[in-house]
């Protein structure tokens, strides 16, 4: 078995019944990992639907050889990211990494966009990943002050809406911006206790993509968008290879794999002390200033807001 990418480490997956996570988990059960794979069966757009998804998950990686077992909590409620870590450390003795995946769509202009769509999105993003890494960090923090050694990862998902910016996704572009910016965050504040917090920006082809633009293009049926090929980045920053790495947003398809780079300050000025005088300054600022990105994440010279 030597030479596995992550053998002996212990995953948690959520939403991994499927899709994107389902490719995870299979992958990382190849390379030897233990994973617990979570989902609790939704629908796209997060309502109830069947929780068989992450038994047949498990069923696979176990008639291929591998160590898995099944969690069907909603991990955005605070008793099912415990029970996510809880259920790890009770079957196999610890928990190396958690990846924080599920996810769902409630797409809508802003001015249509309800309370609810607004609540339901952030929440299964952007609450459940706070939640798993709040229960875990404690956790490994705890190791850490009983002297125990701690190589630990958290693997968040973002996206090119949260880093570029979607129409029709202003609730899940703000979770995903949200989640860029608390892995920043949290690498920083985890680093001393020996935990590694990385996100990734996946593209690829799956029930939350099939009716999109990306589901029509040649990439996509030359099999380039395939959520297989996003699972390799996920195997080597949940494996001891990445233990340097931190703090980074990783772009990854079959088309390409990147680094996507953050918010920098940009040209500046001495600060103008009068509101009228913010024109005259501002204005040269804007000119030499990098423009946002387009949709894809590409620099563009003019055009886009
Ligand atoms: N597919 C893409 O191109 C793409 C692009 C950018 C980001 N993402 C992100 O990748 C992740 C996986 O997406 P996917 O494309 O595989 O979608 P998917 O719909 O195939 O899988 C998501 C899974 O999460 C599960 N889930 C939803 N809410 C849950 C909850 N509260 N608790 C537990 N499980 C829950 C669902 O049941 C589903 O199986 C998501 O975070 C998504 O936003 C996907």
Redesign the pocket.
Known sequence: MAGKMTEGRVVAI?????????EYALLLAREGAKVLV???????D?VP?SAD?AQGVVDEIVARGGEAAAH??????SD?AKTLIDQAIDTWGKIDVVV??????RDRMVVNMTEDDWDSVL???LK?TFLTTNYVANHWRDMVKAEKAVDARIIN?????GLYGAVGQSN?GAA?AGIAAFTIITARELQRYGVTVNA??????????EDVA?AKTPEAEAGL?D?RWVAPICVWLASEQSKDVTGRVFAS?GRFLAVAEGWVKGPSTDAPAEPDEVDAVIRPLLAEARRNSDPRGDVVAEGLI
């Open positions: 959520t939403g991994a019944g499927r899709g994107l996570g389902r979570n989902d609790i069966g939704v629908r796209r997060g639907e998804a069907t909590a909603d991990v955005s409620t099912g924080n995946n599920a996810g769902i769509l929440r299964v993003h459940s998902t973002t996206s090119s809406s899940y995903k990734i920006s996946p593209t690829a082809l799956t029930r939350m993509t990306v968008i959520p398809s």
